[in-house]
């Protein structure tokens, strides 16, 4: 490698843009010259410090952002008993602990304010006015420090106000961006204004909002005892339930927070997320939005590196979507055993990142015991299932790089679907995957150009995998990889169908 | 890191004082005050800009978690950046053994060279920012005009390369040299602020 091209991949690589054959080139000649790996982290040294310097920084949100997360620790275990203090508590009871919260919150909103403020090198004045209620139910009141505050039309709202709704639904408030708020039946909600945008806190109730679009570097959140909701533009609704907080997207997407481990996930239109300690943390397609495709009665998990989807993945969940099944999309780190021995059905995609071996080699081990029906295209996971022969990367696993065609190995099975020889699987190159499996695997597919390469690929339940062990449940690997879905053709399509349904018949029944 | 204002030690300690005695919001101060500091410290040892927020942010919760620890009137932007080091060091022993040959094998080859010089380096030493930052306003304009249109404006290179009138993959080059540049400056500086020959 000449020296002028190093330093261009280097300067490539920085900025993301380096594709992945150059990359593969550029690690190749680090890892044989370990002067030019010392350069270039120098340069990546140098290119982060860069960043810093020139980046311009509001520190008031790092410094909000700190703040709210220390009051959530604190906050967490504090609600959890007053959750249970209001399920047993008498109405006067529950008052009091509102009007302690409420006093807590409003104070700790305004003591920040000021604190900030004051030390600020351009103190920027909230507006006195936040927000307004358009409509008031019966019964809706506004608590302003700890005293309640008569409801007219449009009623202005200060930073540090709660506003509690009684037996109707139907109050109506207006952010000053004109963001609209319908609030529930029994639902507290308060607001805070900063410089980093608007927040509503929600300990009881439910909300719908049609969010305005944010100005840059202002941003709507709604937090909950559960859980944080930030709009990037969009239309949901928040409901909190005991320990529950349920976020339902109909537009545009909002970044969901689980407050007890900061994980998060972006939910898009037409999907739902809880956030509660017993219920799965991941993306559920919302019923509204599949309505109009007749359900299918299928259901299964998606296993994904991270919930905010790549294209690839995206793509597969909007086909399941349209195909009527009823998908609950996990990040890895978020799926627990009994939900992989219990599922009927598994999709693992290739964008799980396995962090060392012991974490492969337990999900690995957790997936081949279970009964469900395993679609996987992450060919590293190939040997841990006993789908593969080895684990040797480029003889057992491995991918291609930019092609499109596979080559039908047995034109006569059902899942070849009449189809031979060459046939193109993608609109554009794409990267693929590859798995050596057993002579005991049912081999519909390879790579075009190498017959020992399964690129799709199944064994029936009880056959005898590549490790020599029995399936516990019907095993299929497909050549996607990574964002390959996003480019599949009609065909490539059709065999992924094809491998859906042919998995879901051999599905334990429940 | 613009427009923010430098509070006095002093002031910080009056803060830290108040954050030991429970007032969290007094914390609010000191993260607004110190933060700067530890983003240029901590912005050495990552492979993606994301990840300096990350730890900046877990370092600080970190650091109010065990405030009582601290010992007032001793350096606590030390003490702080003590603790991003211990988030900076299992963070790179996870991207250093990914196993990831096929998606990013550089990273997890830059994650190792990083995860050394981590070990070398004293949390202590807090000098790099204010070096990096003379070295920066003793280049040529031309060349700080193709940083801060690079990093500060976020412009692609190939609208540098137009306005500048050089060719996109001719830029490329150049910054890799100016940073390289800035690195020797940067050593040149601390060695004489250590009183090396």
Not at chain 1, 157 to 184: F, H, P
Request: proline share 3%; net charge neutral; with cysteine.
């Amino acid at each position: 490698m000449s020296r002028d091209e190093f330093e261009r991949l280097c300067e490539e690589y920085l900025k993301s843009v380096l594709p992945l054959e150059q990359r593969e080139r550029l690690a190749a000649y680090l890892e044989s010259d370990p002067q030019a790996l010392r350069e270039f982290v120098d340069q990546v040294q140098l290119h982060q410090g860069l960043n810093e310097l020139h980046a311009a920084r509001d520190p008031q949100e790092l410094a909000t952002s700190v703040l709210r997360e220390l009051r959530y620790a604190r906050e967490a275990e504090g609600f959890s008993r007053a959750v249970v203090e209001r399920v047993n508590s008498t109405d006067a009871r529950r008052a009091r602990f509102r009007v302690k919260f409420i006093a807590a919150a409003a104070a700790a909103c305004v003591l920040l304010s000021l604190v900030l403020l004051q030390y600020s090198k351009a103190p920027v004045n909230p507006p006195a006015q936040i927000a307004a209620i358009m409509q008031s139910a019966p019964g809706a009141r506004l608590i302003r420090d700890g005293n309640t505050v008569e409801i007219s039309a449009e009623t202005a709202l200060q930073n540090g106000d709660l506003l509690a709704t009684a037996g109707d639904a139907g109050t109506l408030v207006e952010l000053a961006d004109k963001t609209r708020i319908t609030v529930g039946a029994q639902t507290e909600l308060s607001f805070t204004e900063s410089s980093a945008g608007a927040q509503l806190s929600i300990p009881a109730g439910n909300i719908d909002l049609k969010v305005a679009p944010q100005a840059a570097g202002r941003k709507l959140s709604v937090v909950t005892p559960q859980a944080t909701a930030e709009v990037l533009g969009t239309v949901f609704s928040v409901s909190v339930d005991g320990s529950s907080t349920t976020l339902s997207v109909s537009e545009g997407r909002v970044r969901f927070t689980r407050s007890s481990d900061g994980r998060q996930l972006e939910v898009s239109a037409g999907q739902s997320a809880v956030s509660a300690p017993d219920a799965a943390f991941g993306i559920r397609e919302s019923a509204t939005a599949v309505a109009e495709v007749k359900a299918s009665g299928r259901q299964m998990l998606f296993i994904v590196g991270d919930t905010a989807l790549n294209a690839g993945d995206r793509a597969i969940a909007a086909r399941l979507k349209g195909r009527g099944d009823e998908v609950l999309t996990l990040a890895l780190n978020d799926v627990t055993p009994e939900q992989i021995s219990s599922a009927r059905m598994i999709l693992v995609s290739s964008t799980i990142v396995l962090e060392g071996d012991a974490l492969a080699q337990e999900f690995g081990r957790r997936l081949k015991e279970s009964r469900a029906a395993v679609i996987v295209w992450e060919p590293r996971l190939y040997p841990e299932l006993g789908i593969s022969a080895g684990d040797n990367h480029g003889r057992d696993w491995g991918t291609v790089l930019r092609t499109r065609e596979i080559r039908i190995a047995q034109q006569g099975h059902p899942l070849a679907l009449k189809r031979s020889g060459a046939i193109e699987v993608t609109t554009e190159p794409a990267q693929l995957s590859w798995g050596r499996a057993s002579e005991k695997a049912t081999m519909i597919a390879t790579a075009e150009n190498d017959p020992s390469k399964a690129m799709l690929f199944v064994y029936e339940r009880g056959a005898t995998l590549a490790d020599g062990t029995a399936a516990q449940g019907a095993r299929g690997g497909i050549f996607l990889f990574d964002t390959a879905a996003g480019k599949l053709s009609a065909t490539g399509w059709s065999l992924f169908d094809a491998l859906c349904d042919w998995s879901w018949d051999r599905a334990p029944k429940q | 890191m613009k427009g923010q204002r430098v509070l006095s030690d002093e002031e910080i300690e009056q803060a830290l004082a108040r954050a030991q005695a429970g007032d969290s919001e007094a914390y609010g101060l000191v993260v607004y005050a110190c933060q700067a500091r530890l983003r240029a410290f901590v912005a050495r040892y990552v492979l993606r800009e994301a990840w300096v927020d990350d730890i900046v942010q877990q370092a600080f919760v970190t650091a109010y978690q065990n405030l009582h620890k601290f010992e007032l009137n001793t350096d606590f932007p030390a003490w702080l950046r003590t603790i991003a080091f211990n988030h900076l060091r299992r963070e790179l022993a996870k991207a250093s053994r990914r196993h990831d040959r096929e998606r990013d094998y550089v990273a997890e080859l830059a994650a190792r060279e990083l995860s050394q010089r981590l070990d070398k380096d004293s949390p202590r030493d807090d000098a790099m920012l204010d070096a990096l930052r003379d070295c920066v306003s003793g280049l040529p304009q031309r060349t700080r005009t193709l940083l801060s249109r690079y990093y500060e404006e976020g412009l692609p290179l190939q609208a540098i390369a137009e306005e500048l009138d050089r060719a996109a993959d001719g830029l490329k080059v150049t910054l890799f040299r100016v940073r390289a540049q800035l690195k020797a400056c940067i050593e040149q500086k601390l060695a004489a602020g250590r009183g090396d020959p």
